[in-house]
């Protein structure tokens, strides 16, 4: 499964903005979803993780009490929701599928398959 993050642009501090994964052709099957960021100089992080029935559900540091994650397996699509966004937000957004959560969460250099990012900018 490859997936594509859409849905990033430019926004004001203190705004909102919701990412929208999707397959490239095909569907999700029975595979959990995490969110990544990476900002330039910095290493890929962590931003939130979502196994595939949607009822389990984590969150990287900076993203929580902010930012919320989703998905409607019927339209295989996964959305991140993102709220009060600060200037550290600023990076590119991936998201990546793996049929073990557990590799989402804890081990996400394992993963394979990593699609076109897409930016966000949160102006001061």
């Known amino acids: 499964v490859q997936l594509q993050a859409s849905g990033g642009g430019l926004v004001q501090a203190g705004g909102s903005l919701r990412l929208s994964c999707a397959t490239v052709?095909?569907?999700?099957?029975?595979?959990?979803v995490g969110w990544f960021r990476q900002a330039p100089g910095k290493e890929r992080e962590f931003v939130a993780g979502?196994?595939?029935?949607?009822?389990?559900?984590s969150y990287g540091d900076s993203a929580k009490g902010r930012f919320a994650v989703s998905r409607d397996n019927d339209r295989s699509t996964v959305n991140l929701q993102m709220s009060s966004l600060e200037p550290d937000d600023t990076a590119v957004y991936y998201c990546?599928?793996?049929?073990?959560?557990?590799?989402?969460?804890?081990?996400?250099?394992?993963?394979?398959?990593w699609g076109q990012g897409t930016q966000v900018t949160v102006s001061s």
């Open positions: 990546a599928p793996d049929e073990n959560y557990n590799t989402i969460v804890r081990r996400p250099t394992r993963i394979h398959s």
């Open positions: 052709g095909g569907t999700f099957g029975r595979v959990a």
């Open positions: 979502i196994n595939w029935t949607g009822g389990v559900r």
